[in-house]
């Protein structure tokens, strides 16, 4: 992993290290009880939303030196720039692509599937922090990927779904 030196940066790392380890421990603690829930999951999404947020507001302080408020990623990401965009557009749908090859499902993630997950998942954070409202519809494996790509991650992502299905097997 480099070296940074920026707070925003390292806060949004810091989440998306925290979803890693979070997501493992829930599925090594659902598998235990066979249950599709536990206490870590609502953190592990959480943390991811925020880490998206993060690095979405980091990426658009370094094109133009302000950070914006908010949390609506769909809105933070139409905030950086055309080139940019459509960059972890392209990553993100490889990223997501890849784990539905290493599960063998034959549906490919789209550009328009992108659009839809983005606007699906726009307040992902503010829903989930406050999910004993109620809960809303949650595409975990779109927020993983643009996650993964926001943090300039996914190379490690193939990795990363080997070992969430060996810890799946492992314990099951």
């Not at 880490?51 to 302000?66: D, F, P, Y």
């Not at 300039?152 to 990363?160: A, F, I, L, R, V």
Request: aromatic content about 16%; hydrophobic content about 35%.
């Amino acid at each position: 992993m480099k070296e940074i030196s920026d707070i925003v940066e390292a806060t949004a790392k810091a989440y998306y290290l925290s979803y890693k380890c979070l997501i493992a421990k829930h599925i090594e603690v659902s598998n235990f009880y066979n249950d599709s829930y536990s206490a870590y999951f609502v953190p592990a999404i959480t943390t991811a939303a925020f880490s998206c947020e993060l690095a979405l507001k980091n990426i658009r302080r370094s094109e133009c030196g302000k950070i914006p408020k908010g949390h609506d990623l769909k809105k933070l990401f139409y905030q950086i720039n055309e080139t940019t965009r459509k960059d972890i557009t392209y990553r993100t749908i490889q990223t997501y692509n890849l784990k539905s090859e290493i599960l063998n499902a034959p549906e490919q993630f789209t550009e328009q599937e992108f659009e839809n997950s983005l606007v699906l998942h726009k307040d992902t954070f503010v829903t989930w922090r406050y999910f004993y409202e109620g809960f809303t519809n949650t595409d975990v494996d779109f927020l993983e990927a643009f996650m993964f790509c926001l943090n300039d991650e996914e190379q490690s992502y193939g990795e990363y779904v080997l070992n969430q299905l060996a810890l799946r097997d492992y314990k099951s």
